[in-house]
């Protein structure tokens, strides 16, 4: 097993998901690998930050931003689709 591949599961782990591996086969690795503690220590220190701006919900500069980049995209396709169309089923010359 390679440094790369336990960072790789220890990620998924940090994120919730399944990381393919046993918990105690990544701690073991941890333990003994100095690059992948300093590795994880940043990395469980990036998610803290992710989750705490996502548990206080989208910030203002956030929500702007995304408006912004609504906005600037080309609006096609935005009709309402309310032409004039009937409901189906109908019959023809009844
Ligand atoms: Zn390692």
Same mark, same amino acid.
């Given at each position: 097993?390679? +440094?790369?591949?336990? &960072?790789?599961?220890?990620?998924? &782990?940090?994120?919730?998901?399944?990381?393919?591996?046993?918990? /105690?086969?990544?701690?073991?690795?941890? @333990?003994?690998?100095?690059? +992948? &503690?300093?590795?994880?220590?940043? @990395?469980?220190?990036?998610?803290? %930050?992710?989750?705490?701006? @996502?548990?206080?919900?989208?910030?203002? !500069?956030?929500? @702007?931003?995304?408006? /912004?980049?609504?906005?600037? %995209?080309?609006?096609?396709?935005?009709? /309402?689709?309310? !032409?004039? &169309?009937?409901? !189906?089923?109908? %019959? !023809?010359?009844?």
């Amino acid at each position: 097993m390679r +440094c790369a591949q336990f &960072r790789t599961a220890l990620s998924a &782990r940090l994120d919730g998901e399944p990381s393919g591996l046993p918990d /105690t086969r990544l701690d073991k690795h941890v @333990a003994r690998c100095t690059g +992948c &503690r300093e590795w994880l220590a940043r @990395a469980e220190r990036l998610s803290g %930050q992710v989750r705490a701006a @996502a548990a206080d919900g989208p910030s203002a !500069e956030w929500s @702007a931003r995304l408006l /912004t980049g609504l906005s600037a %995209q080309p609006s096609t396709g935005l009709s /309402t689709g309310l !032409e004039g &169309r009937g409901p !189906e089923g109908g %019959q !023809e010359g009844g």
